[in-house]
């Protein structure tokens, strides 16, 4: 007779498994928020210089700006901060949506549900954010650099930067594999329940 005590824990139960959940919960919301923070604060820095702004630890410009060769402007209308940090939202938005799936497959996890249809919707909603992800940071780039150069023009042009990089092949490939992983997780939820229905 097998005693409770030798029964194997399953890893999903382990405190080991359990800690990692909560990190990857706490890590992914804390980066979404310091990223939106800072993001923000970029927009209320731009057209000053000294004083605090020399404190940020990021570029005063966006990055796209920034590799475009773009200086930042030696003032700027409270009305084109608004529209900057609304654009910023662009990219925020696919973000937050992504770590609420994150948010939602932990949740799943930390209930022990591992291979439930939770999951599944989370996956595929995660492979979901990650494309979109893709797509705001394509139309990011050329609306903030469009914005910046034709304040930097004096109103009267600029230009538009459009970059396809490591860091958006990356994310596409991310969004395709959640989203072919999502597949793998519901065809074996189904599989096990014809097999529990069998039984």
Known sequence: MTSSSSIAVSPVHTRGFQRLVWALLVTSWGIALLSLGLSLSRWAAIGHAGGWVDWLPMPVLPVPAVLAGLEPPLAMATHWRWLGAALECIPGLALFYTVGCVHRICRAFLAGAVFGPEVVRGFRGLGWGFLALLASSLVYQASVTALLSWLASGQS???????????????????????????????????????????
């Open 157 to 199: 042009g600029g230009l538009v930067v459009l970059g396809l990089g490591s860091f958006e092949i990356s994310v596409l490939v991310v969004g395709l594999m959640m989203l072919l992983l999502a597949r793998v997780l519901a065809e074996g939820g189904r599989l096990q329940a014809e097999a529990d229905a069998f039984v």
